[in-house]
């Protein structure tokens, strides 16, 4: 994607002015909803939709603290969020991006849970960017912004193991069990999963890489299988279930400006990510799942953008990936199901 209007890069010019959180945690999504809207091509609506979305947001937190040699203490620190994002401001004005990604992505990623795994996602969307287009200076600080806000929220997930198995992903993933009880935000379900039978054991049962041509390919099946899996599932919490396939497509796209010896780990991480919310937003039963084979493409994505809801868009914007992949009309039912779960009208 190349976004000659110039419109990505006014937005977020404009956003980098709030904060990564509003209203005490939720994320905000701004950022990556309007790449993602850019990308569908539609810049026309990005403005307006920034001029909706930003009455709720807060101002971004200053800077109070320099972040230097105990920079390990203030990983998971809330309060430090406008520190970070100083930091890295200052890492990416001296080393090239690719540089400081390389350093900080395995500090980062066994904190996939942060902010509800809106961390990775943000600087995924951030990633693509810059290895598709200019590396421009509200570009460069979006990865800022993105790297900040994952280290001031890192949280990992308990009972976390990497795969060892034979499953694919397909298979592996109706093997995750459900958590009994799901009241409570996700860091109040996260932390049950320690005592959940049978979780360990289902993250190991996925099959191991021997490689990072491996690491990748099963990266890139773990995202097309929880696309496929919120078609039928979903409706068990249908905004956060969203994050099941968007969390381990950041991290997708996001390998290719990683060294090779960080994929393995990156699969696993993102393995972590994906049963986490399978298992914490499980629904009581699966749904039979429209068929997506009168569905156009287009139109889904269209429909998507329409209502406005940024989970809608992101859920599309990774369904887009795996249907160009696949061919598979599914996914375009997975988009659908979502946008009708989110629209205004369903919420009303």
């Known amino acids: 994607m190349t976004d000659g209007t110039g419109v990505l890069d006014e937005a977020y010019q404009r956003l980098h002015r709030t904060g990564p959180e509003f209203a005490g945690w939720l994320s905000n999504h701004a950022p990556m909803t309007v790449e993602a809207m850019v990308r569908a091509g539609r810049p026309d609506l990005v403005h307006r939709w920034v001029d909706s979305y930003s009455e709720q947001l807060d101002e ?19 309060r430090r969020i406008g520190d970070w994002i100083a930091h890295f401001r200052v890492e990416l004005a001296e080393r090239p991006w690719r540089a400081v990604l390389g350093t900080w992505w395995p500090r980062l990623l066994p904190g996939v849970a942060a902010g509800a795994t809106h961390g990775v996602i943000r600087v995924g969307h951030a990633v693509r960017v810059l290895l598709e287009g200019e590396q421009t200076a509200p570009r460069l600080d979006e990865l800022a912004h993105g790297l900040g806000y994952w280290a001031a929220r890192w949280e990992s997930v308990p009972g976390a193991t990497c795969p060892e198995g034979e499953l694919s992903p397909h298979e592996a993933i109706p093997g995750v069990p459900a958590l009994p009880e799901r009241s409570g935000g996700i860091q109040t379900r996260l932390a ?29 099946e773990l995202v097309d299988a929880a696309v496929l899996h919120y078609r039928t599932h979903g409706h068990g919490a249908a905004i956060m279930s969203v994050h099941g396939a968007t969390a381990p497509n950041a991290i997708l796209r996001t390998l290719p400006a990683l060294p090779e010896n960080l994929w393995v780990p990156s699969l696993c991480t993102a393995w972590i990510a994906t049963a986490a919310v399978t298992s914490i937003y499980a629904p009581d039963r699966p749904a039979l799942g429209a068929s997506g084979t009168d569905l156009v493409l287009d139109e889904v994505v269209e429909r998507a953008v329409a209502t406005g809801d940024a989970h809608a868009i992101k859920f599309a914007d990774t369904a887009v990936d795996t249907f160009a992949r696949k061919g598979d009309h599914d996914a375009l039912a997975a988009a659908q199901r979502c946008t009708d779960l989110l629209s205004p009208s369903a919420a009303g």
């Open 192 to 220: 049950r999963l320690a005592f959940l039978a049978g979780w360990p054991e289902s993250l190991a049962a996925l099959r191991r890489p021997e490689n990072p041509a491996q690491a990748q390919d099963m990266l890139t």
């Open 60 to 78: 971004l937190p200053t800077a109070s603290h320099r972040i230097g040699s105990e920079w390990l203490e203030a990983m998971g620190d809330e």
